[in-house]
């Protein structure tokens, strides 16, 4: 296929024939250097809108070769000098030694050497050099000596918040290519969160620039969102075939009746069992979680099944040994944090087990493609409790803290304006979580409640499935008939109103507190009783009866609209981690935000 026919398949209207001449030449470098002669895909959009047209690009794809060649392709032909930005140094390692090995210029700053020393390479058209005892002069010198032949620099992170980056880049008088990859890491809660949200600086430093943003899953609104924090003014977004999960099967319960992590090892056992002999991951959401499963796997298998665990809290050197040792298959079962898992990646794994919920149905998306890259049959499982919020809470709090102080121009504001913005922060967030909770409680095909949205899914008089020609999830596997949904908007806009009536009477709105109104309990305490939406007139003519079932279900829906907020009744000293004890200590309230508007179908 040539340019022109890209071209003409492509979503972005006329293409000039100055253009067209310019696809060419891309698909001619892209089959010299990759030796693959046509556009695949969204590629001939992508690299016409953001190389070519210099437009910012939120592009969602999948990874792999065909993702590298978005920007590496234009890197090879322009005068640019192409600046990628990826979270974790084994991601780097790996995205180098492709790009070397393709003879492509490729340059990257290590964190991880002593004395701020880089990693400096040149093999190819210009010799072969390889030292890791160069110190970042070096690699600033061939930058500088070499801008003809050094065409991509590759970062963490970090290293854009450094105060020398940015003059460096200026320095070189080049023209410049930013590229964001892994550009959920924007929206989910990982260990680069804070860093990956302040990349706005590249727009803001460098206005005629053109910004790429890449990942694997993010809907139209999150893409949004990415390009708004990377103060991308009119950017386009271009959404191609992200459907890899196709050979894996999702499966999700909602139990512990809200109890810690603790009392969850003996499922995970089970789960375990049923994978004695294959390769697999065990995500949990914090370092301190890690530690204690992977203890508790050792304590129950011995060397029945060698374990091996990553997160944030150990050395770079031991994490990339135990993905290391993983990978090559010398050991059976990787437990990570959600901070880390992002990047670990083996055709041996067969499944994923999410013992903890992770930040958003994104982050579950992503890290249950760890599963399955072979192709074969993959298990993706989801073991979820509503406590998991608290879990999390730490976390949000920190980063909130670190956002609003770093807004703040390093000094923290007073306490109420702290507390309400860090609110604005964390309160998203937690209708996030509370997302993934509905997708573990929902009776309804996952794949389906992955694509739509669960809020789309809880407005729907019908059930759907997707799995057909695909592996079934655990809700298509019984092969039932779908229920009959009720209408109960009526329902949710009573449990609206019973929060926004306890808060104008400064009454605690907890989870439970609701339901029990809600149901009209008779545990409900007599200040609450005297409230109008206890009183029976208000549920006269409501179908179904009012239950605890039916009102956490409302609730749950209410707080993924974002019509209730989830608040943390978290003390200040919860701005540090906690122990897995400490957890299960704090509760949430809940306050109105945007009046419900959609209707809700329970069945």
Same mark, same amino acid.
């Given at each position: 296929m040539s340019a022109i026919d890209d071209a003409a398949s492509t979503q972005h209207g006329d293409v000039t024939p100055r253009e067209t001449n310019r696809l060419e030449r891309h698909r001619y470098a892209k089959g010299l250097v990759f030796k693959v002669s046509s556009f695949h895909g969204i590629q001939a959009d992508v690299i016409l809108h953001s190389a070519i047209r210099k437009e910012d690009v939120v592009a969602v794809c999948k990874t792999g070769d065909e993702r590298t060649q978005l920007f590496a392709v234009p890197a090879l032909l322009g005068p640019e000098l192409t600046v990628v930005v990826l979270p974790y140094m084994h991601m780097v390692d790996d995205m180098y030694e492709s790009l070397i090995s393709r003879s492509v210029g490729t340059v990257y700053m290590h964190p991880h050497l002593i004395a701020d020393r880089m990693r400096y390479a040149r093999r190819g058209l210009f010799g072969s050099v390889s030292d890791h005892s160069h110190n970042s002069r070096l690699a600033v010198h061939t930058l500088v000596t070499y801008p003809k032949l050094a065409? /991509?620099?590759?970062?963490? @992170?970090?290293?854009? =918040?450094?105060?020398?980056?940015?003059?460096?880049?200026?320095?070189? #008088?080049?023209?410049?290519?930013?590229?964001?990859?892994?550009?959920?890491?924007?929206?989910?809660? !990982?260990? &680069?969160h804070t860093a990956y949200n !302040?990349?706005?600086?590249?727009?803001? !430093?460098?206005?005629?620039?053109?910004?790429? %943003?890449? !990942?694997?899953?993010?809907?139209?609104?999150?893409?949004?969102?990415?390009?708004?924090?990377?103060?991308?003014?009119? @950017?386009?977004?271009? &959404? #191609?075939?992200?459907? =890899?999960?196709? +050979?894996?099967?999702?499966?999700?319960?909602?139990?512990?009746?809200?109890?810690?992590?603790?009392?969850?090892?003996?499922?995970?056992?089970?789960?375990?069992?049923? *994978?004695?002999?294959?390769?697999?991951?065990?995500?949990?959401?914090?370092?301190?979680?890690?530690?204690?499963?992977?203890?508790?796997?050792?304590?129950? &298998?011995?060397?029945?099944?060698?374990? %091996?665990?990553? *997160?944030?809290?150990? #050395?770079?050197?031991? +994490?990339?040994?135990?993905?290391?040792?993983?990978a090559s298959g010398d050991v059976k079962l990787l437990v990570v944090s959600s901070f880390y898992g992002i990047g670990v990646d083996s055709p041996l794994c067969r499944f994923v087990i999410h013992l903890e919920m992770p930040s958003s149905l994104s982050a579950l998306q992503q890290e249950s493609g760890r599963a399955g890259r072979d192709g074969r049959p993959a298990v993706s499982y989801l073991l979820a409790t509503r406590s998991d919020h608290v879990t999390w809470a730490p976390m949000l709090l920190r980063l909130a803290r670190e956002q609003v102080v770093r807004e703040a121009g390093g000094v923290p504001p007073s306490m109420p304006v702290l507390r309400t913005k860090m609110l604005d922060f964390t309160a998203p967030r937690h209708q996030r979580i509370e997302e993934v909770w509905l997708y573990a409680s929902l009776q309804a095909c996952r794949r389906w409640i992955l694509s739509a949205g669960v809020s789309d899914v809880c407005a729907a008089p019908r059930l759907q499935r997707l799995c057909a020609g695909r592996a079934l999830c655990d809700h298509c596997q019984k092969q039932e008939d779908e229920p009959l949904r009720l209408d109960v908007s009526r329902h949710a806009q009573l449990v609206y109103d019973i929060v926004q009536d306890m808060c104008d009477n400064e009454l605690a709105a907890t989870v439970q507190g609701v339901i029990g109104m809600f149901m009209r309990s008779v545990r409900v305490p007599e200040r609450c009783k005297r409230l109008g939406t206890f009183g029976e007139r208000s549920r006269a003519l409501l179908f179904p009866k009012p239950t605890s079932r039916l009102g956490g279900y409302l609730v749950?829906?209410?707080?993924?609209? #974002?019509?209730?907020?989830?608040?943390?009744?978290?003390?200040?000293?919860?701005?540090?981690?906690?122990? /897995?004890?400490?957890?299960?200590?704090?509760? &949430?309230?809940?306050?109105?935000g945007t009046p419900p508007s959609l209707p809700v179908y329970y069945s």
């Open positions: 065409k /991509i620099l590759i970062v963490t @992170p970090d290293r854009p =918040r450094r105060p020398d980056f940015v003059p460096f880049l200026r320095s070189l #008088g080049r023209p410049l290519r930013f590229v964001v990859d892994e550009a959920q890491c924007i929206l989910d809660v !990982t260990k &680069f !302040t990349l706005g600086l590249f727009k803001e !430093t460098f206005p005629e620039s053109s910004v790429l %943003a890449l !990942t694997s899953t993010a809907s139209p609104a999150a893409a949004s969102e990415i390009a708004r924090v990377l103060r991308c003014p009119a @950017p386009r977004i271009i &959404f #191609g075939d992200v459907d =890899r999960d196709k +050979n894996i099967s999702f499966c999700a319960r909602s139990d512990r009746d809200g109890r810690g992590i603790r009392y969850a090892c003996e499922p995970l056992f089970e789960l375990l069992a049923k *994978h004695p002999t294959e390769s697999g991951i065990v995500f949990v959401a914090s370092a301190g979680a890690c530690d204690f499963v992977f203890e508790e796997i050792r304590e129950r &298998f011995g060397e029945d099944l060698p374990v %091996a665990q990553c *997160h944030e809290c150990m #050395g770079y050197e031991q +994490n990339k040994e135990s993905a290391r040792q993983w749950s829906v209410l707080i993924a609209r #974002g019509n209730l907020l989830l608040l943390d009744s978290l003390p200040d000293t919860m701005f540090e981690n906690v122990t /897995i004890e400490e957890r299960e200590c704090y509760a &949430f309230s809940l306050r109105v």
